[in-house]
T-cell receptor, first 112, second 115 residues
Framework: SQKIEQNSEALNIQEGKTATLTCNYT??????LQWYRQDPGRGPVFLLL???NEKEKRKERLKVTFDTTLKQSLFHITASQPADSATYLC???????????WGAGTKLIIKP | NAGVMQNPRHLVRRRGQEARLRCSPM?????VYWYRQLPEEGLKFMVY????????ESGMPKERFSAEFPKEGPSILRIQQVVRGDSAAYFC?????????????FGEGSRLTVL
């Protein structure tokens, strides 16, 4: 069956450390993958998009990798800050249709 | 430049009533998507619309649910004869091009509670 999985438990990280979040999928062949941030009671906010032919993408303190062999994307936040605390969602996109397939998200807590 | 505007932010309905959720996309965006989110779950695609056209409604239940995006005015997601299972957050997103092209811009959502 098709699945997209993110860490179901909250991730607690000390301020200043690197936070790494995982997005694994099975039985999909995505053309691209997106990461979004969602705060409680708010809508998702786009962070990064990485295409299947790209290994890595960076934006300020954020880095995303995409391994189509392992069927996995890793999302890194370096020099983490309490303001980075939120739920992070990954979403797979297919060239064949318009729908994004979403993971349930990982709650990240950065402790001062 | 205003973002995606959704209203109402919160809506309470009794079983059997109708719920109408409205979404105004970002200026210049002609593509609108509706998603549903339950607590601790991922977003579930419902429908994709362009002005006056439904492009993909495969994620929307055939009964009781309908969506439109008229030439003038906001996109509307309509749920008739609501049931308790319809309680969820409904998010609207827009993009300047089709979903294949890149990021979606989301509204803050409409939270429907069915009593």
């Amino acid at each position: 069956s098709q699945k997209i999985e993110q860490n179901s438990e909250a991730l607690n990280i000390q301020e200043g450390k690197t936070a790494t979040l995982t997005c694994n999928y099975t039985n999909y062949s995505p053309a691209y993958l997106q990461w979004y941030r969602q705060d409680p009671g708010r809508g998702p906010v786009f962070l990064l998009l990485i295409r299947e032919n790209e290994k890595e993408k960076r934006k300020e303190r954020l880095k995303v990798t995409f391994d189509t062999t392992l069927k996995q994307s890793l999302f890194h936040i370096t020099a983490s800050q309490p303001a980075d605390s939120a739920t992070y969602l990954c979403a797979l996109g297919m060239d064949s249709n318009y729908q994004l397939i979403w993971g349930a998200g990982t709650k990240l807590i950065i402790k001062p | 430049n205003a973002g995606v505007m959704q209203n109402p932010r919160h809506l309470v309905r009794r079983r059997g009533q109708e719920a109408r959720l409205r979404c105004s996309p970002m200026k210049g965006h002609s593509h609108v998507y509706w998603y549903r989110q339950l607590p601790e779950e991922g977003l579930k695609f419902m429908v994709y619309l362009q002005k006056e056209n439904i492009i993909d409604e495969s994620g929307m239940p055939k009964e009781r649910f309908s969506a439109e995006f008229p030439k003038e005015g906001p996109s509307i997601l309509r749920i008739q004869q609501v049931v308790r299972g319809d309680s969820a957050a409904y998010f609207c997103a827009s993009s300047p091009q089709g979903a294949l092209a890149g990021e979606l811009f989301f509204g803050e959502g409409s939270r429907l509670t069915v009593l």
